[in-house]
């Protein structure tokens, strides 16, 4: 935990403790029940930095943007495990999520945006939210929302609107992309993108 960057209370070190959340420094450390994320941390510094030691200390520093993080208010698998351990090893994270985020987690992210992402993707202003305001981000990250493995309500909310989780996933990568910093990467549900030349490339599909 980077203690400089992330100051945190007492009462929120006490919380942090007994509702288990720990800020692993490697893959080993990971908690359990934090699903996939290790080897999505793993392989997003793997293509961020071309580094395989598994020293999550190489986020300090790094702007991120998970969306769809989870919430200390979901069910036990939808924890902001990704947002967490990043911002425990340094990172400046922005999270969005429906839910709102618990307070020891709102404060130890840098930017919260709580609410629906449908309608703003939809409407083409994801990126123009204001909590996005002057902010480019070095990786984005977004798991159990869309492609692969996709949330349920999130897809069902999608089904009743009549639009296709592809359709919607190309406008989300578009929107979310134009965030992404020059050479910065994205990891979309099973799909892994790099910014090169101003352009978002897919290297990698997962699924
Ligand atoms: C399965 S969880 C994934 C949590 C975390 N990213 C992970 O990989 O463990 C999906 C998250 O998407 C959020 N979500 C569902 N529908 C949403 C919507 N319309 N807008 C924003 N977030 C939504 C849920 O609240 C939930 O926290």
């Given amino acids: 935990m980077n203690e400089r960057r992330h100051p945190m209370s007492d009462a929120d070190r006490k919380w942090m403790r007994r509702n288990g959340i720990t800020f692993p420094h490697n893959w080993k450390e990971m908690p359990p029940r934090s699903g996939s994320t290790g080897y999505i941390v793993d392989i997003l510094l793997y293509e961020f930095f071309g580094i395989t030691d598994l020293d999550f200390s190489h986020f300090?520093?790094?702007?991120?943007?998970?969306?769809?993080?989870?919430?200390?208010?979901?069910?036990a698998q939808a924890?902001?495990?990704?947002?967490?351990?990043?911002?425990?090893?340094?990172?400046r994270v922005v999270v969005t999520d429906i839910l709102p985020q618990s307070e020891p987690d709102a404060r130890l992210f840098d930017g919260v945006v709580t609410g629906d992402l449908i309608t703003p993707v939809l409407q083409g202003r994801f990126a123009q939210l204001p909590e996005f305001a002057g902010r480019t981000f070095d990786i984005i990250h977004s798991s159990?929302?869309?492609?692969?493995?996709?949330?349920?309500?999130?897809?069902?909310?999608?089904?009743?609107?009549?639009?296709?989780?592809?359709?919607?996933a190309r406008l989300l990568t578009e929107q979310a992309g134009s965030m992404l910093v020059k050479n910065g990467v994205m990891y979309l549900g099973g799909y892994l993108y790099r910014k090169i030349d101003n352009e978002l490339k897919l290297t990698k599909s997962f699924d």
């Fill in 60 to 75: 300090d520093g790094l702007q991120i943007l998970d969306i769809g993080a989870g919430s200390h208010l979901n069910r």
């Fill in 79 to 91: 924890q902001p495990t990704f947002a967490r351990t990043c911002a425990g090893n340094g990172a």
């Fill in 144 to 168: 159990g929302l869309i492609n692969f493995i996709p949330d349920p309500m999130f897809s069902n909310t999608l089904d009743a609107l009549g639009i296709k989780e592809d359709s919607f």
